[in-house]
């Protein structure tokens, strides 16, 4: 069975600041990837999205992701944080059966300070 | 722009209750999906349907039931409500051709 893991449930960081969020999936397969964000009080958006081709995606709001196989990891980056950006991410994971829904990892609550 | 709507936003039951969460999209999507989220577990599948008619069962699915009535409309029933079903539940959709799924607003679902 395929798993997400976020290994930080909590990340502080300061508005202007680089943010990094790590995550790490487990799946014999190729994976299809997914950063879902979801502000307070909302239901989840898509930030951006991984199937194939160039490792580094570009999502909304200036996110980037990058897929790495040999690490099998899927890190998010902004290289400045607005305080709009406190959140909770969530790293994703599809596989190609729509039996399995789609995997979540725990999540990680960014708090942005001013 | 994907649209999935949910009701009620909030609920309170008692235990031992009935209950029924509402889910519509209009996207013309195939597939619906109920999730509830808890701290510590993150989003787990409840129940997922391919169209009318058609149940899936999901990770989670214990206590709960669910019906798709359309296209459009799928339905979570919790018929005993049991306090171990306090969580938030999130309705999504998605097609045939796409991984990604949209999610509605939530439903906070209290069991008292």
């Known amino acids: 069975a395929q798993s997400v893991t976020q290994p930080d449930a909590r990340v502080t960081v300061s508005e202007g600041a680089s943010l990094q969020l790590r995550c790490k999936y487990s799946y014999s397969g190729t994976p299809y990837l997914f950063w879902y964000v979801q502000y307070p009080r909302q239901g989840l958006q898509l930030l951006l999205k991984y199937y194939s081709g160039d490792p580094v995606v570009q999502g909304v709001n200036g996110f980037e992701a990058e897929f790495s196989k040999s690490n099998s990891s899927f890190h998010l980056r902004k290289a400045s944080v607005h305080w709009s950006d406190s959140a909770v991410y969530f790293c994703?994971?599809?596989?190609?059966?729509?039996?399995?829904?789609?995997?979540f990892g725990l999540g990680t609550r960014v708090s942005v300070f001013p | 722009e994907a649209a999935v709507t949910q009701s009620p936003r909030n609920k309170v039951t008692v235990t031992g209750g009935n209950v029924t969460l509402s889910c519509r999209q209009t996207n013309s999507h195939n597939y619906m999906y109920w999730y509830r989220q808890d701290t510590g577990h993150g989003l787990r599948l409840i129940h997922y349907s391919y169209g009318a008619g058609n149940l899936q069962i999901g990770d989670v699915p214990d206590g709960y039931k669910a019906t798709r009535t359309t296209q459009e409309d799928f339905f979570l029933l919790l018929e005993l409500a049991s306090p171990s079903q306090t969580s938030l539940y999130f309705c999504?959709?998605?097609?045939?051709?796409?991984?990604?799924?949209?999610f509605g607003p939530g439903t906070r679902l209290t069991v008292l």
């Open positions: 999504a959709s998605s097609d045939a051709t796409n991984y990604e799924q949209y």
């Open positions: 994703v994971l599809s596989v190609f059966n729509y039996a399995q829904g789609l995997t």
